[in-house]
């Protein structure tokens, strides 16, 4: 039930660092709230992931130590902050939502999405 709407993307030269944010209307009916990206001719794939309520955070292996997620429940936004970003991150980024409670990592465990934001990085 979640309406996400992301920001933040835009062009970076690789070792550069960029932060998206994503504006969530509903966030406390969600459990997760995560990072997706699809660059072209690819599939969605997983990026970083946080709970809600607890905070607990997790990422995918290809950008552990250089994407932090966060959330600010008051504010009900998800941030994203990209560091050391390289040409292979180049991706259409997207926020989304789930209702699961098993630290869901594929896109079909979430059920609400933002439209995206394009990140280019350049070599």
């Known amino acids: 039930q979640a309406q996400l709407v992301e920001s933040g993307g835009g062009l970076v030269q690789a070792g550069g660092s960029l932060s998206l944010t994503c504006r969530a209307s509903h966030p406390h009916n969600q459990w997760f709230l995560g990072w997706f990206r699809q660059a072209p001719g690819k599939e969605r794939e997983f990026v970083a992931a946080?709970?809600?309520?607890?905070?607990?955070?997790y990422y995918a292996d290809s950008v552990k130590d250089r994407f932090f997620i966060s959330r600010d429940n008051a504010k009900n936004t998800l941030d994203l902050l990209m560091i050391n970003l390289r040409p292979e991150d180049t991706a259409v980024y997207y926020c989304?939502?789930?209702?699961?409670?098993?630290?869901?990592?594929?896109?079909?465990?979430?059920?609400?999405w933002g439209q995206g934001t394009q990140v280019t990085v350049s070599s």
């Open positions: 989304a939502a789930s209702t699961s409670g098993n630290y869901p990592r594929l896109p079909n465990e979430y059920g609400s």
């Open positions: 946080i709970s809600w309520i607890g905070g607990g955070t």
